[in-house]
């Protein structure tokens, strides 16, 4: 099983970057897909998911009308846009892979995010 995530970097305060997380290893269209992130000196956190069968979506507060979770069950990858980027937006930000009917998780890497000018 593999997630790897790219599309990370520094951006300027209002800018925008887009998260890839590409899957291997597992029947990725059956899974829910998040992205969580982890700032220095905090807990790990869900900043978005997407099930599988219809892509119903979900985002934190902080993130909702900035930040849109898609995926592409053909090239077997997630991603996330986010828009509007702030400062407090920078951490790592972490692909997971989550089989509602078996439990099975799976963590990418992870990916850095500095939003800084």
């Known amino acids: 099983v593999q997630l790897v995530e790219s599309g990370g970097g520094l951006v300027q305060p209002g800018g925008s970057l887009r998260l890839s997380c590409a899957a291997s290893g597992f029947t990725f269209s059956s899974y829910t897909m998040s992205w969580y992130r982890q700032a220095p000196g905090k807990e790990r956190e869900l900043v978005a998911s997407?099930?599988?069968?219809?892509?119903?979506?979900n985002a934190a507060d902080s993130v909702k009308d900035r930040f849109t979770i898609s995926r592409d069950d053909v090239k077997k990858t997630v991603y996330l846009q986010m828009n509007s980027l702030k400062p407090e937006d920078t951490a790592v930000y972490y692909c997971?892979?989550?089989?509602?009917?078996?439990?099975?998780?799976?963590w990418g890497q992870g990916t850095q995010v500095t939003v800084s000018s």
């Open positions: 997407i099930r599988s069968a219809g892509g119903t979506t």
């Open positions: 997971r892979a989550m089989s509602p009917y078996l439990g099975y998780i799976y």
